[in-house]
């Protein structure tokens, strides 16, 4: 019998769990303290937000449903070119190259092949909001954004305006995108499943830093439309049946100096460039994880180019596409390999030492938009890994805090175990501890890295291995937010 009969996520994209208390975001936090909370909540690797949102909407991983990176180098839809998965145009080449965006459906996917429906209302990219629900223009379901709607959510602005231009903090298009949602999707549609997303405090954390005035107040904005989510819901005659889902995709860490990662591999005597230039050897992507794509898959430059990033002080880990090369874990470990996977993904040294607003975690930044006290995500840092995800409704548990390993994957999976669809086929499992009252302890290990420098501190849950935290060599970076009674598993 289904637990719910209406499921609303909220998402609040690079939310730190640390930074959610009742000053600064008192609404969540309460829903936090009340409902069920996954203090071992992780993002998936890379922690990056275009990775993040269709492992969320698949229930599945990176290698398995496709979207490896922010940035990918796709020979057989671009060349010659980096393709920057935030853009519509990038995108349409991929499925133009493809068929099809995601290799696996998304919840609105399954939800429709089940007759019920899934809402959409987006406020991050355009991207980010295709790969959410990519087969919803094929479906006519409902999906919106400020700059591209799809099926029902046409034609918007003649009740609600058009959206505000974007800004930072983006404030005024969250307040427009939330009279929306809870008018027009909650109020009238009254889908089986709903989501909210709210492009802060991202944004704000990326452009202005953490702990900046304006984060704080993109931080006030979302909560206060997640608080109008509340207390619609607290209004409805049927609001025994309606769960509410509080999630963030990511977390940060500030950027405390730049690194122009391009420039120093070719000091190291790469031929690298950015834009997949002729000439150029490796092809390089940006952000907190770069990947490295090796033109040719030739073994030994893949080896060269490893064994040289290890031995460089500003790198944290190194992971590899294929298994075997000495200093790497391979992303298989972490489900995280695909054919379009990068030979060598670098992520950078950082430390939970605390950054000039007093913000715990730091590391590099690679050149690119955001500026150096500007917050970045993408690595394995703890602080980047560790997401919100609470759980709340009249069938759940109530104030407690679960430490079973949960993470992206896992809500899709919940969803439909709630709504009593069937959840086969996905990498991820229900959260079935929010109603059952049981919990799961969790176990770790630590994956070796960087010879007597770092290793990767995994969650062991099921078959998988999830990313908790890089660590320095007896040292953990970020201690603040292990658990001291994990014990250690084997694989």
Known sequence: MPLASRVVLFGFDGLRPDLVTDRTMPALARFIREGVRFANARSVFPSETRVAIPSLATGCRPGTHGLVANSLYDPTAAPDRMLNTKRAADIDALVAAHGRLLAVPSLGARLAAAGRTLDVVWTGTVGAGRAIFPEAEALGAFRWHPEEAVGPARGLEARFAAAPPADVPNTPRIRHAARLFIDHVLAERRAAAALFWSSEPDVSYHYRGLGSEEARAAMRAADEAFAEVLAWREAQPDREGIVVIALSDHGHVTGTERLDLAAELRAGGFMAARDGAIGARIVLGGGGAPGLWVRDRDAATTAALA???????????????DEGIPGTIPLAALGARHERSPDIVVTFAGSDEPDARGVAGVGLIDIGDVPVGGGMHGGLHGRELAIVLAIGGDALARGVVLRRPADLTDIAPTVLALLGVAADGMDGTPLAEAWSGTDVAPRRRTLPGI?????????CHG????????ERIGDSLVSG???PDSPTCRR
């Open 307 to 321: 064994a040289w990033l290890a031995s460089r002080p500003w790198v944290g880990l190194v992971l590899a596409r």
């Open 451 to 459: 010879p007597g420098r770092t290793g990767l501190s995994v969650f």
């Open 463 to 470: 078959a998988s291995l999830r990313p908790d935290a890089m």
């Open 481 to 483: 937010t292990r658990d």
